[in-house]
C-alpha cells in the first residue's frame, strides 16, 4: 500500500504522546473575508478538508475566532466522526468584534466559554491541543495560564500551548501550565521568532509557524525560489514549505487555503527533498 503523501514530511510527537505527520493543515482561511463569516464556497471548504485528509494530513489547526466558530463548524461538518489518528489544535483568546478586528481577551471566564464553545462545535468530547491565542496583558499569565490547568485536569484539554509569545513568556507561563507548543510567525522571509524556535528545539516543543507561504518577492520570475523550485519540477510554494521542513524537526507548518488545487499542491510540498546547499541558498537569499 502506498504511503500517503504528507507521511514524507515525517512525524513529530506533541507532549510525548500525540504522534502527527509533520505537515498539516490551518483553517483560517475557510471563512469570508475579514476572517468573518462563511466562505464564498461552504462546499469547495468541505471538499478541501476531505482532500487534506486523504492526502493524509492528520494535524489540523483552527480557532474559535475563524468566522467566530465558522472553521469548527465546517470542520464538523466535513469530518466527523474524525479518524482515531486526527489531532485538531484550536485556539482561545481572542473577541471578534467585526470583519478584520480581533481583540485579546484572556478573563478566565471567557476562556473557560470559549473552551466549552469550542468542544460544542467542534463535536469532541477533548480538545487534544488548546492553545492560547495571545496573552492578555491586562489579566495575569497566571490567571490566564490557570485557567487552562484547570480545564485540562477537568479532561476537557489535552494539551497546553502558546501563540505570538517570547521565550520569557513561555517561560513564564510553564510556571502555571505544562507548555508543549508554541505558534508563531514564522516563514522563509520572516524569522523574527528564531529564538523562540530555538527555545522550542532545546526543550521539546512543537514549533507551528503561521503564515509559512509569505513568501513575497522570492518567488517571482527569476528569484531564488523560482530557481530552485524548476530543478526540483516544484511549485515556489512547495519550495517554502521544504524549507520549513528542513528547518528543525519540530518545525509544524500549517499551510491554509480554500482550494483542493492548492492544498494537493501544498501537501505535495512533504516530498520535496532540499539539500544542504539548496537549504543554504535559500536561507541566504533573505539574510
Do not use: C
Amino acid at each position: 500500500m502506498t504511503a500517503p503523501v504528507a507521511a514524507a514530511s515525517g512525524e513529530f510527537t506533541i507532549g510525548g504522546n500525540l504522534t502527527v505527520r509533520r505537515l498539516g493543515y490551518g483553517t483560517m482561511q475557510l471563512t469570508g473575508e475579514g476572517v468573518w463569516g462563511d466562505p464564498k464556497d461552504p462546499d469547495e471548504a468541505v471538499r478541501v478538508l476531505r482532500r487534506a485528509i486523504e492526502l493524509g494530513v492528520n494535524f489540523i489547526d483552527t480557532a474559535d475566532a475563524y468566522g467566530p466558530f465558522t472553521a469548527d463548524l465546517l470542520l464538523n461538518k466535513a469530518l466527523h466522526p474524525y479518524a482515531d489518528d486526527l489531532v485538531i489544535a484550536t485556539k482561545a483568546g481572542f473577541a471578534r468584534t467585526g470583519p478584520g478586528q480581533w481583540v485579546p481577551i484572556g478573563r478566565p471566564e471567557y476562556l473557560r466559554q470559549q473552551v466549552e464553545l469550542s468542544l460544542r462545535h467542534l463535536g469532541l468530547e477533548r480538545i487534544d491541543l488548546l492553545q492560547l491565542h495571545r496573552i492578555d496583558a491586562k489579566v495575569p499569565v497566571a490567571e490566564q495560564l490557570g485557567e487552562l490547568a484547570e480545564l485540562q485536569q477537568e479532561g476537557k484539554i489535552r494539551h497546553i500551548g502558546l501563540s505570538e509569545v517570547s521565550v520569557e513568556q513561555i517561560e513564564e507561563a510553564g510556571k502555571t501550565a505544562r507548555i508543549v507548543s508554541v505558534q508563531n510567525l514564522y516563514n522563509l522571509a520572516q524569522r523574527d521568532a528564531e529564538p523562540v524556535l530555538e527555545y522550542a528545539e532545546q526543550n521539546g516543543l512543537g514549533f507551528i509557524p503561521w503564515f509559512p507561504l509569505a513568501t513575497g518577492g522570492l518567488a517571482k520570475a527569476g528569484g531564488p525560489l523560482d530557481q530552485i523550485a524548476k530543478e526540483h519540477d516544484a511549485s515556489p510554494s512547495q519550495l517554502a514549505l521544504a524549507w520549513l521542513l528542513k528547518r528543525s524537526p519540530n518545525m509544524l507548518p500549517i499551510p491554509g487555503t480554500s482550494s483542493v488545487a492548492h492544498v494537493e499542491d501544498n501537501v505535495a510540498a512533504a516530498q520535496v527533498e532540499l539539500t544542504d546547499e539548496e537549504f543554504a541558498r535559500l536561507t541566504e537569499a533573505v539574510g
